[in-house]
């Protein structure tokens, strides 16, 4: 078992993974940058070593920085959390070249599940469900015209090296097709050096559900089922929930046998996220493979209690998974709170925190590394808690959602408090019956006087 795990990365998730540890009775080393000094990670880890200035180029994306951080502190392994270096098949690499186990994918897997149209076809291979399009990527325009017209439009362009949204484009006639293609494949270029472009008949209004999974080093894997991830704004999730008010139990045992096919196909090691797109029929079709943790991983621990953490670090220290697929208990949601006005376009709200009163009580989880007094430097994602509420039913779920951000207090900033709260009373989102284009007719009612 590893003895001194440096976390690369900050705010909750690092927070988050030096409990685990500490539970573990694993050494903690925290790395921050100058603005990050008071942060509590910092204050939580055995030990913490400063990597740079704010910019994050300069410090939790500085690999020499982080390994340095890693050598000098005799780090055994690195768990580089989400966002930042976690799906970097170069930092992989390089933390394997230098003898420190990288908790996370290999550097192959990375690159194979990063480049969208090959993680597609691996996918076709396995017989997992795919969107019906070309086979690898475009050659051309007239490939792209002939193929469209055979599948009949709306299509979806897509970058083979995008993902989450970037370098996509929606083409629902003929006549736009030529300026899109041309425009996404320029603009993929110039974004990842990759322009890379293939096409799928596009699924309208779909969901976004996405199968938990985990991979051992003896080629074993299982599931921890569902979340849907269906409201999300400008490809940002906002809030979560397991399980999903579409799923049915013949759908799960599909998609949940699909998720662990995939896995096992590609010998996956470690948990990883199968996102599925779900059309109205309740078809599924592989979208992507995500190699790291997800923000979202609490709300699959609270109905299976579980510590995914814990599985990762056991996983990537040759320890075998127990090989059964686990099914909600119970109904977890996940609220992200971030700093930002939603009265105001939800445009970004850093500053100092000068009140903060959590919410508590049963069924009650707050992932967050705020504090009252702290300063939200601007630099980072302005995600700063992930409020969680676990019941036996989704409605009792909700309902104390709507109790514990009712008890939420965070003066000094703007925060999307009062977004969720009205969420919670959406008609179509308290009957379940939500896709992935809810947010674009959401409006937010005006702010009452006490919100001021
Ligand atoms: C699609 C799609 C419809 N049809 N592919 C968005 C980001 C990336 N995960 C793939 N995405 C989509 N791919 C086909 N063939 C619609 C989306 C999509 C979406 C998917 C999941 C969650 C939110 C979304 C928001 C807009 C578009």
């Not at 290999?106 to 019906?132: F, H, L, N, W, Y």
């Not at 992507?288 to 990762?312: A, C, F, K, S």
Request: aromatic letters at 8%; one cysteine or more.
């Amino acid at each position: 078992m590893f003895k001194k795990i440096l976390i690369a990365n900050r705010g909750e998730i690092a927070l988050r993974v030096i409990r685990t540890c500490k539970e573990m009775g694993i050494k903690t080393v925290a790395v921050y940058s100058k603005a990050d000094e008071e942060s509590l990670h910092v204050r939580f880890a055995d030990e913490a070593v400063c990597i740079g200035p704010a910019p994050s180029k300069d410090s939790y994306l500085k690999i020499s920085n982080i390994i340095a951080a890693a050598e000098i502190t005799n780090a055994d392994a690195i768990h580089p959390g989400y966002g930042f270096l976690s799906e970097n098949a170069n930092f992989s690499r390089i933390c394997k070249e230098h003898g420190i186990k990288f908790i996370g994918a290999g550097p192959e897997m990375i690159d194979r599940m990063g480049d969208k149209a090959s993680a597609k076809a691996t996918m076709k291979e396995a017989g997992v469900p795919t969107v019906p399009g070309s086979d690898g990527l475009l050659e051309s325009i007239e490939q792209a015209r002939k193929l469209a017209k055979e599948m009949g439009y709306p299509v979806m362009l897509k970058a083979t090296a995008g993902g989450g949204g970037k370098g996509m484009r929606a083409v629902w006639k003929e006549e736009n097709l030529q300026k899109a293609f041309e425009s996404a494949k320029q603009e993929a270029g110039a974004s990842f050096g990759n322009d890379g472009m293939y096409m799928e008949k596009l699924i309208e209004e779909p969901r976004h559900i996405e199968i938990q999974v985990v991979g051992d080093q003896f080629g074993n894997a299982c599931h921890l089922s569902e979340r849907d991830c269906s409201v999300q704004r400008r490809h940002q999730k906002l809030t979560e929930e397991t399980p999903s008010p579409f799923m049915t139990d013949d759908l799960r045992e599909k998609m949940g046998k699909a998720a662990v096919r995939a896995a096992e196909y590609i010998k996956y090691e470690g948990a990883g996220t199968v996102e599925f797109l779900v059309d109205k029929h309740r078809n599924f079709y592989f979208m992507e493979m995500n190699t790291r943790i997800q923000v979202e991983h609490p709300i699959t621990e609270q109905v299976i209690n579980y510590d995914l953490i814990r599985e990762q670090i056991l996983v990537a220290a040759g320890v075998p998974i127990s090989g059964k697929n686990y099914f909600p208990k119970l109904h977890s949601i996940e609220c992200r709170i971030n700093a930002e006005d939603p009265y105001n376009d939800f445009r970004p709200s850093p500053g100092r925190i000068t009140t903060l009163h959590a919410p508590g009580g049963h069924g009650i989880r707050l992932d967050t590394h705020v504090y009252s007094g702290y300063i939200i430097p601007p630099n980072y994602d302005s995600m700063i808690a992930k409020l969680i509420t676990t019941a036996q039913t989704r409605e009792e779920a909700i309902n104390k959602m709507k109790r514990a951000l009712d008890e939420f207090v965070i003066e000094g900033i703007k925060t999307t408090i009062p977004f969720h709260r009205q969420l919670m009373d959406h008609p179509d989102y308290v009957a379940g019956n939500y896709t992935t284009k809810f947010m674009e007719d959401f409006q937010m009612e005006p702010k009452e006087e006490e919100d001021e």
